[in-house]
């Protein structure tokens, strides 16, 4: 026959008391888990509305810039932005004297000339860096363009290989909307800009 085994009051069995043991270590594994992933949310917001804030002086430098070089322009830009965490740049001028397009890169914001002539497509010379804090050698290329040719500017949150059926419309603003839809990755923030060369003024 078994035995009934009798037990003090408050002392506890070693089985319960690994038991017990586990359980506090997975609170604290809990709790460190949530104080992480807290501090984390916070440093990502803190990095997007610096990223906000380096970008919109960004957009101001450009706007008070005295010079339509594109050269000139990023390196203004750097410049001004000395001391911050930097940011990502790509920028095209169209010469509607000449029919031409001069652009350069700087980071990773993906440029494509759709052409309405050979060659089809062009794609932008990125050089890695970050202007206002790693500025690399920069390098422009200047390409003829034509009337209807589709420029495309997207960040590294929507698929490079955008299919050119989606460029044949005539809102522009449509076609960022669907490219948005349809290539945005969901693994970075998305931007895509649209613009149609109007062709030489008559």
């Known amino acids: 026959m078994g035995r009934a085994v009798a037990r ?3 002392v506890r069995t070693k089985g ?24 984390n949310q916070k440093v990502l917001r ?18 008070q810039a005295q010079t339509r070089d594109v050269v000139q322009l990023v390196r203004y830009c750097h410049e001004g932005l000395r001391g911050s965490r930097g940011l990502v740049m790509s920028l095209a001028m169209f010469d509607s004297r000449d029919n031409t397009m001069t652009w350069i890169g700087v980071g990773n914001v993906s440029g494509t000339l759709r052409c309405s002539l050979p060659p089809a497509r062009r794609t932008l010379l990125l050089r890695g860096g970050l202007v206002g804090n790693a500025l690399p050698r920069l390098q422009l290329s200047t390409v003829p363009v034509a009337e209807g040719d589709t420029l495309i500017f997207a960040t ?14 005539p809102s522009l603003q449509r076609i960022a909307e669907q ?24």
């Open 8 to 10: 003090k009051p408050g």
């Open 156 to 169: 590294d949150g929507v698929v490079a290989s955008i299919d050119d059926r989606l460029l044949q419309g």
């Open 179 to 202: 490219i948005l839809a349809r290539w945005r990755t969901g693994r970075d923030d998305a931007l895509a800009l649209v613009a149609r060369y109007r062709g030489s003024a008559k």
């Open 16 to 39: 319960e008391a690994n038991m017990e043991e586990a359980k506090k270590a997975q609170d604290r594994a809990i709790e460190t888990m949530t104080v992480w992933a807290d501090t």
């Open 46 to 63: 803190d990095l997007t509305e610096l990223a906000a804030v380096t970008a919109k002086e960004g957009v101001r430098l450009l706007e």
